[in-house]
T-cell receptor, first 111, second 114 residues
Framework: GQQVMQIPQYQHVQEGEDFTTYCNSS?????IQWYKQRPGGHPVFLIQ?????EVKKQKRLTFQFGEAKKNSSLHITATQTTDVGTYFC???????????FGPGTRLSVLP | ETGVTQSPTHLIKTRGQQVTLRCSSQ?????VSWYQQALGQGPQFIFQ???????GRGNFPPRFSGLQFPNYSSELNVNALELDDSALYLC?????????????FGPGTRLTVL
């Protein structure tokens, strides 16, 4: 079945260091979404990418959608303690209007 | 805040019991999706409702059922609870436009089955 994978599973960084998480789908995606979930919280929508090769920025966050629309990345420049949480990518299922979530990358930022 | 609310926030049940979880979607949204999130994992899609009709179902047994009401609020019912049903249950509301679907999650209901 359709699978969405993310690496790494965990990442510990020193505050100020950069962070990147990668998302790979077993199938071509029409779009991909990224979410952030703080410890004890719920997923919060960050962004949606639609076009092949698309790059979007939100302050220190840079999102990229691969040319083949099967992979994506999220890069955080100069991490801060407020960036702590788990970052999920999600791609639409082969059918219907619902999503397959990756397992997430848990980011810890040491002050 | 997303405007999506869920109740209750926490619930403790015993194996074999039945549970109903509720979700009020964001104003103007016509679609509600339910997800199960086990500890340390990503959300797993249970099913989705669009204008009161089921619009897709994940790999969950029939004892997981749902409803969507005319005001687009929704319920998730789970019968014959099992220990493995212990998880955070999330609902997400959305307004499907042009084939794109941005989901807004509620705070979740933490279900513990003993």
């Amino acid at each position: 079945g359709q699978q969405v994978m993310q690496i790494p599973q965990y990442q510990h960084v020193q505050e100020g260091e950069d962070f990147t998480t990668y998302c790979n789908s077993s199938t071509t995606l029409s779009n991909i979404q990224w979410y952030k979930q703080r410890p004890g919280g719920h997923p919060v929508f960050l962004i949606q990418l639609v076009k092949s090769g698309e790059v979007k920025k939100q302050k220190r966050l840079t999102f990229q959608f691969g040319e083949a629309k099967k992979n994506s990345s999220l890069h955080i420049t100069a991490t801060q303690t407020t960036d702590v949480g788990t970052y999920f990518c999600a791609g639409p299922r082969d059918y219907g209007q619902n999503f397959v979530f990756g397992p997430g990358t848990r980011l810890s930022v040491l002050p | 805040e997303t405007g999506v609310t869920q109740s209750p926030t926490h619930l403790i049940k015993t194996r074999g019991q039945q549970v109903t979880l509720r979700c009020s979607s964001q104003s103007g949204h016509n679609t509600v999706s339910w997800y199960q999130q086990a500890l340390g994992q990503g959300p797993q899609f249970i099913f989705q409702y669009y204008r009161e009709e089921e619009n897709g179902r994940g790999n969950f047994p029939p004892r997981f059922s749902g409803l969507q009401f005319p005001n687009y609020s929704s319920e998730l019912n789970v019968n014959a609870l099992e220990l493995d049903d212990s998880a955070l249950y999330l609902c997400a509301s959305s307004l499907v436009q042009g084939g794109l679907d941005t989901q807004y999650f509620g705070p979740g209901t933490r279900l513990t089955v003993l």
